[in-house]
């Protein structure tokens, strides 16, 4: 299965360049990924650069129970493989995601210690990193690039949105041009790249989210994960939220926003997320009352009955 077998997705279970196809490809079946908290912080939240982080993070909404930077790395991985093999069957490949914060915020021993330490497992084949553009630099990558001789890695950068005016609103504590620096350092060593993006914000305009899939796709990531945003509890969004409710997205209307995003982005683009779970627990809004599963087979049949593809009216 080449890349470009993607501009024909008939050929495909998905009409979109799935992250599972691509999984299979490469590894001849599913590998799973298990996260792990290291214990690091943010440059917007230790007051390098800000305080109390961006307006819509609370960790503990995406973290799973076996996560815990209390724990060892080697003890979060040892519980996680369990967790997961309870619930998926045949699974003998992991990639340890190290998600909470920004896990290149560190001096690179600090790092070395903690990846190297996961890659010591027998069944990790692989790392991916969770961070922010302006936490790498060249002597960190190096270090990736090395380990990505032997490993699976990649690099996952939130950016959030393409719009430097909404950076600014959500305490992101960079710019969008700090974003292309960080790709531009990490591709020229031919490391794997993912971009984070979050649709929803009130004061952004779908044109500009079909325009992200033009513009992303001009900075060649090697995958993509996109969610819609959730207001969660003990956050800047929540208190804003409170004292003056403002639109949110249904899933239905989401659902057409994707479709029209997929068209027009590039089908080399692996697309690892499109929908966001936030536990009842800290999710304030929206409240879709509709699982991730249920959603992916809805576009699945979307996309089906209206004919359409990733790149559809993707223009190079």
């Keep these: ?6 501009l024909y997705p008939w050929k495909h279970p998905k009409r979109y360049n799935a992250f599972s196809e691509y999984q299979k490809s490469r590894y001849g079946n599913r590998v799973q990924k298990v996260t792990v908290d290291a214990g690091f912080t943010c440059p917007n939240r230790d007051g390098s650069l800000a305080k109390g982080g961006c307006i819509y993070c609370n960790n503990e909404s995406f973290n799973p129970g076996y996560n815990s ?3 060892s790395i080697s003890q979060q991985i040892k519980e996680g493989i369990g967790f997961l093999r309870q619930r998926y069957k045949n699974i003998y490949k992991f990639i340890v995601y190290f998600q909470p914060y920004s896990n290149t915020y ?3 021993e600090v790092l070395k210690k903690y990846y190297e330490e996961a890659l010591s ?8 990193i969770g961070t922010r553009p302006d ?3 060249e ?4 270090y990736l690039a090395f380990l990505a ?3 699976d890695i990649t690099i996952e950068y939130g950016l959030e949105s393409i719009s430097d005016d909404t950076l600014k609103r959500i305490n992101r504590g960079h710019d969008v041009q700090a974003f292309i620096d960080a790709m531009k350092i990490t591709k020229e060593r031919n490391l794997k790249t993912c971009t984070h993006l979050i649709f929803g914000f009130p004061w952004e305009e779908i044109s500009l989210w079909l325009e992200t899939a033009e513009w992303i796709s ?12 959730h207001v969660v509890k003990d956050t800047v969004l929540a208190k804003m939220y409170k004292k003056s409710p403002f639109p949110l997205l249904g899933y239905d209307e989401y659902l057409e926003i994707i479709i029209q995003f997929l068209e027009r982005l590039s089908p080399h683009i692996v697309i690892q997320r499109l929908f966001g779970e936030a536990p009842p627990r800290t999710l304030i809004a929206p409240h879709w009352n509709i699982r991730n599963t249920r959603l992916v087979k809805l576009l699945d049949e979307l996309l089906e009955k209206k004919n359409t593809w990733q790149g559809r009216l993707y223009v190079k």
């Design 135 to 137: 936490c790498v630099d």
């Design 139 to 142: 002597e960190k990558l190096d």
């Design 149 to 151: 001789k032997n490993y």
């Design 121 to 128: 497992h027998e069944e990790v084949i692989g790392l991916t």
């Design 106 to 108: 560190a001096p690179l």
């Design 69 to 71: 930077s209390q724990k």
């Design 218 to 229: 001009v900075q060649e990531p090697d995958f993509l994960k996109v969610h819609q945003l």
């Design 1 to 6: 299965m080449t890349k470009t077998d993607y």
